[in-house]
C-alpha cells in the first residue's frame, strides 16, 4: 500500500501565498505521476496540477502563473507554491499520486485525506 501525507492547508488573506506538501510512504516501487487536485463545497474534485516522474507538467488555467509544482523523487515528495491566492481557491486539497507497489502490479491511484485551504478576509 502507499500512503500519502499532506501538509500546509490553512487560513490566508486573498493575495497571499501558502505552500502545500505531500509525501509519498509505504511499498512503493515507483511513482509516476504525482499531482494536487481540490474540491469545494458543492463542486466536483477537479485538477489543479500534476508532475510526472520526468517532469512534464500539467495545470489547470484557473492557476496557470500563480501555482507551482514541484516533486523530489529521491524523498517522493510533491509541493505546490500557491501565490496570489484568491477566494475562488478555498477548497479541500489533495495530493495524487499513480503508483506500483512492491511485488508487481499495475499502476494505481492513491489519495491523501485532504487538507484544507481558506483564502478569506
Known amino acids: 500500500q502507499v500512503q500519502l501525507v499532506e501538509s500546509g492547508g490553512g487560513l490566508v488573506q486573498p493575495g497571499g501565498s501558502l505552500r502545500l506538501s505531500c509525501a509519498a510512504s509505504?511499498?512503493?516501487?515507483?511513482?509516476?505521476?504525482m499531482g494536487w487536485y481540490r474540491q469545494a463545497p458543492g463542486k466536483q474534485r477537479e485538477l489543479v496540477a500534476t508532475i510526472t516522474s520526468g517532469g512534464w507538467i500539467n495545470y489547470a488555467d484557473s492557476v496557470k502563473g500563480r501555482f507551482t509544482i514541484s516533486r523530489d523523487n529521491a524523498k517522493n515528495t510533491v509541493y505546490l507554491q500557491m501565490n496570489s491566492l484568491k477566494p475562488g481557491d478555498t477548497a479541500v486539497y489533495y495530493c495524487?499520486?499513480?503508483?506500483?507497489?512492491?511485488?508487481?502490479?499495475?499502476?494505481?491511484?492513491?489519495w491523501g485525506q485532504g487538507t484544507q485551504v481558506t483564502v478569506s478576509s
Open positions: 495524487n499520486a499513480e503508483a506500483r507497489t512492491v511485488g508487481g502490479g499495475p499502476y494505481r491511484n492513491y
Open positions: 509505504g511499498s512503493i516501487f515507483s511513482i509516476y505521476a
